[in-house]
């Protein structure tokens, strides 16, 4: 806007009636508890059960076999993420800017270690003591090489229970059925949440874990929650969801963001910009002619106008 | 000229006050239209808000899925959020749409704004701790976003014991001092006027 | 809680145009939106006689 105008900087001098501030926001309060009520007694909320590691492993136990491969060969998700949780990788950039890799690993996930071999110590399979007796006593590409053949070998039969096992996977099969059976029986799910205290409340592992599998990937895209899917803005069921979010979810689907390898820094960045301009609106020419160019005004104030021939 | 902060502070807070703009019983004539109801419709919507996760906080964080009365509240708390956003975005749009920013109250627009984004914050911490599906689904996905600019190295999603502390106590506190601020320029500077309204000489308030 | 009428845990309905995709309760919310301002803006707010001048 231009210059300030003195009715607008000065404590209103013309005419005023009656209104009862408390009582409308009692009445609102009223009504609004009334329909939020309501809306909740109708159509309830969402509550669908979340995922477990044994219910991954029993319904999906080749994904898993392919997964648990997949980390001791370092080819996943995670094994590959760079930080806050490993030096696999630098990162996601900004331009010139390295925020990813500057921040640092301060949430340390070592996935071949983390999700597999540290909860096989658990498994009273003597096979898979010795098999990862094995596994630690061999040199780095060794165990690469097995790990991967394995996982190609998977690829190919389509199917990790059609793989004929020989010794060219070195003990991954064994290490990898040796953590399906600890998933299967379900005590994969504590073994995960318990590494640092008995009482968890961080789930980093099991859900890295697990969303490095096809399974977990998959329930997302049926229930169309995928970001391309706009799913940001979608709720499991038939149920609103952040709808508040759709301009963070549209930059999603468009260019140049879309087939950007750092979509997300620089989603996150034009995000930050447009935020910027919401919060500094009244400043930005022609944005803030907009309300006398389309004037709603008239509308909202058609009384004062009328009754001041305006 | 006193020295005394007490005397200062009493100054230019308490003294400040005219009781006649923080409760007033009358409004400018112009001040006549739905549209002004839906400020307070949002407040009041934040205030079930409240009450609900003020139940839902007392009866812990995994009492709603094995409780009816508890899901009931937790439908509550959700049907007051939405409503909360939908009510928002019409006073927001009411106030763009007035150029209610007019006057000096552009302190008043800037904290409506942070209202809304601390809220999409607190919002986004409360989807992460439902401890459903939904939940586990948010948190695998929005971590690339934040860990691609480093907010995760400091906000991990998967960390639910984080993201509750964050979502029952931080954020609401600190959306509620900005509610507060927010309300109480809004009082201080008063109703905007019409866009077309008489031009008066002198100024200041 | 059962809910009292309409159970929305069936899966969602999606409008799809081009490249927007919006499900449909999501779409209710932002009718209301709308609604609800044209509504704000078009219904006569009560007023006594005695107001103004």
Same mark, same amino acid.
């Given at each position: 806007?231009?210059?300030?105008?003195?009715?607008?900087?000065?404590?209103?001098?013309?005419?005023?009636?009656?209104?009862?501030?408390?009582?409308?926001?009692?009445?609102?309060?009223?009504?609004?508890?009334?329909?939020?009520?309501?809306?909740?007694?109708?159509?309830?909320?969402?509550?669908?059960?979340?995922?477990?590691?044994?219910?991954?492993?029993?319904?999906?136990?080749?994904?898993?076999?392919?997964?648990?491969?997949?980390?001791?060969?370092?080819?996943?998700?995670?094994?590959?993420?760079?930080?806050?949780?490993?030096?696999?990788?630098?990162?996601?950039?900004?331009?010139?800017?390295?925020?990813?890799?500057?921040?640092?690993?301060?949430?340390?996930?070592?996935?071949?270690?983390?999700?597999?071999?540290?909860?096989?110590?658990?498994?009273?399979?003597?096979?898979?003591?010795?098999?990862?007796?094995?596994?630690?006593?061999?040199?780095?590409?060794?165990?690469?090489?097995?790990?991967?053949?394995?996982?190609?070998?998977?690829?190919?039969?389509?199917?990790?229970?059609?793989?004929?096992?020989?010794?060219?996977?070195?003990?991954?099969?064994?290490?990898?059925?040796?953590?399906?059976?600890?998933?299967?029986?379900?005590?994969?799910?504590?073994?995960?949440?318990?590494?640092?205290?008995?009482?968890?409340?961080?789930?980093?592992?099991?859900?890295?874990?697990?969303?490095?599998?096809?399974?977990?990937?998959?329930?997302?895209?049926?229930?169309?929650?995928?970001?391309?899917?706009?799913?940001?803005?979608?709720?499991?069921?038939?149920?609103?969801?952040?709808?508040?979010?759709?301009?963070?979810?549209?930059?999603?689907?468009?260019?140049?963001?879309?087939?950007?390898?750092?979509?997300?820094?620089?989603?996150?960045?034009?995000?930050?910009?447009?935020?910027?301009?919401?919060?500094?609106?009244?400043?930005?020419?022609?944005?803030?002619?907009?309300?006398?160019?389309?004037?709603?005004?008239?509308?909202?104030?058609?009384?004062?106008?009328?009754?001041?021939?305006? | 000229?006193?020295?005394?902060?007490?005397?200062?502070?009493?100054?230019?807070?308490?003294?400040?006050?005219?009781?006649?703009?923080?409760?007033?019983?009358?409004?400018?004539?112009?001040?006549?239209?739905?549209?002004?109801?839906?400020?307070?419709?949002?407040?009041?919507?934040?205030?079930?808000?409240?009450?609900?996760?003020?139940?839902?906080?007392?009866?812990?964080?995994?009492?709603?899925?094995?409780?009816?009365?508890?899901?009931?509240?937790?439908?509550?708390?959700?049907?007051?959020?939405?409503?909360?956003?939908?009510?928002?975005?019409?006073?927001?749009?009411?106030?763009?749409?007035?150029?209610?920013?007019?006057?000096?109250?552009?302190?008043?627009?800037?904290?409506?704004?942070?209202?809304?984004?601390?809220?999409?914050?607190?919002?986004?911490?409360?989807?992460?701790?439902?401890?459903?599906?939904?939940?586990?689904?948010?948190?695998?996905?929005?971590?690339?976003?934040?860990?691609?600019?480093?907010?995760?190295?400091?906000?991990?999603?998967?960390?639910?014991?984080?993201?509750?502390?964050?979502?029952?106590?931080?954020?609401?506190?600190?959306?509620?001092?900005?509610?507060?601020?927010?309300?109480?320029?809004?009082?201080?500077?008063?109703?905007?006027?019409?866009?077309?309204?008489?031009?008066?000489?002198?100024?200041?308030? | 809680?059962?809910? /009292?009428?309409?159970?929305?845990?069936?899966?969602?309905? %999606? !409008?799809?145009?081009?490249? &927007?995709?919006?499900?449909?309760?999501? /779409?209710?919310?932002?009718?209301?939106?709308?609604?609800? %301002? !044209?509504?704000?803006?078009? &219904?006569?707010?009560?007023?006594?006689?005695?107001?103004?001048?």
């Amino acid at each position: 806007m231009s210059k300030e105008r003195n009715v607008d900087l000065a404590k209103w001098s013309g005419p005023k009636r009656p209104y009862d501030l408390i009582k409308e926001l009692v009445i609102a309060l009223v009504v609004v508890t009334l329909l939020i009520g309501a809306c909740a007694a109708i159509f309830s909320s969402p509550d669908e059960r979340a995922v477990t590691l044994q219910q991954w492993s029993q319904t999906a136990p080749s994904d898993f076999v392919a997964t648990t491969t997949g980390e001791l060969a370092g080819t996943t998700i995670s094994a590959a993420y760079g930080p806050p949780y490993n030096n696999a990788a630098e990162g996601l950039k900004l331009g010139p800017l390295k925020l990813q890799k500057w921040s640092g690993v301060t949430i340390p996930v070592n996935p071949s270690s983390d999700f597999v071999l540290t909860p096989l110590k658990s498994s009273i399979d003597p096979d898979v003591a010795t098999a990862r007796a094995t596994w630690l006593s061999a040199s780095t590409d060794q165990q690469t090489k097995w790990a991967q053949d394995y996982a190609a070998a998977i690829e190919t039969a389509g199917d990790a229970s059609k793989v004929t096992v020989d010794a060219t996977f070195g003990p991954v099969p064994v290490l990898a059925n040796g953590l399906l059976h600890l998933a299967q029986e379900g005590s994969l799910d504590g073994l995960l949440t318990t590494e640092v205290t008995p009482l968890p409340g961080d789930f980093t592992m099991p859900m890295l874990f697990l969303a490095d599998g096809g399974y977990f990937d998959e329930l997302g895209a049926t229930k169309h929650l995928h970001g391309d899917q706009w799913g940001m803005m979608n709720e499991t069921g038939s149920y609103p969801g952040q709808s508040w979010l759709w301009m963070f979810s549209f930059l999603y689907q468009i260019e140049p963001f879309k087939s950007s390898e750092n979509a997300d820094s620089e989603i996150f960045a034009m995000l930050m910009l447009l935020t910027l301009g919401f919060v500094f609106m009244p400043k930005l020419p022609f944005i803030n002619r907009l309300p006398r160019l389309i004037p709603f005004h008239r509308l909202i104030w058609r009384r004062y106008y009328r009754d001041n021939n305006l | 000229m006193t020295t005394m902060w007490t005397t200062k502070v009493r100054r230019a807070t308490i003294e400040k006050i005219d009781p006649q703009d923080a409760l007033p019983d009358n409004q400018p004539s112009y001040v006549a239209s739905w549209i002004y109801v839906f400020g307070v419709a949002t407040l009041a919507a934040l205030v079930v808000i409240i009450a609900s996760g003020f139940v839902l906080t007392s009866k812990g964080a995994t009492w709603w899925h094995t409780s009816s009365v508890g899901h009931y509240w937790n439908s509550v708390h959700l049907w007051a959020v939405e409503l909360f956003f939908v009510f928002m975005v019409v006073h927001l749009w009411g106030k763009f749409w007035m150029a209610a920013w007019r006057g000096r109250r552009f302190q008043t627009w800037v904290t409506g704004t942070f209202c809304f984004l601390g809220s999409l914050a607190t919002a986004f911490t409360g989807y992460l701790i439902q401890g459903d599906f939904d939940s586990q689904w948010i948190a695998t996905q929005a971590k690339d976003g934040l860990n691609s600019v480093g907010i995760g190295s400091f906000f991990n999603t998967l960390n639910s014991g984080q993201a509750l502390l964050l979502h029952v106590a931080l954020l609401p506190f600190v959306v509620g001092i900005i509610v507060v601020w927010h309300i109480i320029l809004v009082r201080k500077n008063g109703v905007v006027p019409p866009l077309d309204a008489k031009e008066i000489a002198g100024g200041g308030k | 809680m059962v809910p /009292l009428a309409i159970s929305l845990d069936g899966p969602a309905k %999606f !409008i799809t145009f081009g490249f &927007i995709s919006v499900s449909v309760p999501n /779409l209710i919310m932002i009718g209301l939106i709308i609604v609800f %301002f !044209i509504l704000a803006l078009v &219904i006569p707010f009560p007023t006594h006689k005695s107001d103004g001048k």
